[in-house]
């Protein structure tokens, strides 16, 4: 008859000692907080907060930004206080490449014939012969539609009050 020694003290597998020895240390600074709600310490605000205050980031091994959304849009927004010219120059670029991605083709406005360049489906060249190219579209339409359909009368509001009346008590 052989004793098994004690069951292992040691609870299930949790992972890296070194994210565990972490964790420890985050409980015993932040006391229960960790403890009752699941979330993160923001390293800017210096604050605990829900997980979903924080946006994705695979890299870390928390796989969330160390700080929260909030923080980070405000460093953003200071950096691009900061940077003025450079934001410029840098959307200045995007756009030169964007155009030189998407050529404007230079071809005559369908409506009043005037060479422009815009966006490749567009097939006139502005406003006035957008609206005046709807109106014709309408007008063409109405005459077809006039023309072909035998207009089908309603009946009047008299009519059919008549037919309630006379279908409604059996005469
Ligand atoms: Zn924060
Ligand atoms: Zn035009």
């Known amino acids: 008859m052989s004793r098994r020694g004690h069951p292992s003290r040691r609870g299930p597998r949790c992972g890296d000692p070194a994210l565990v020895s972490r964790e ?6 932040l006391g229960t907080h960790l403890r009752t709600e699941p979330g993160k ?10 997980l979903e205050a924080f946006g994705p980031n695979p890299e870390l091994r928390s ?7 909030s923080c980070c849009a405000e460093r953003t927004r200071q950096w691009r206080e900061a940077n003025p010219e450079y934001l410029a120059d840098y959307n200045e670029r995007r756009r030169a490449e964007y155009r030189a991605e998407r ?13 422009f360049s815009k966006r490749a489906d567009a097939l006139v060249c502005g406003e006035r012969c957008r609206n005046r190219r709807k109106h014709e579209q309408r007008k063409a339409a109405a005459d077809r539609f006039g023309s072909s359909l035998p207009v089908r009368r309603q009946p009047s509001i008299h009519c059919l009050a008549s ?4 279908g409604g008590n059996g005469h």
């Open 24 to 29: 420890k240390e985050l409980r015993e600074k």
């Open 41 to 50: 310490w923001c390293c800017a605000c210096r604050q605990w907060l829900p």
């Open 63 to 69: 796989g969330f930004k160390s700080s929260c959304r």
């Open 103 to 115: 050529p404007l083709s230079t071809r005559p406005c369908i409506v009043c014939n005037e060479p």
């Open 163 to 166: 037919l309630w009346r006379h």
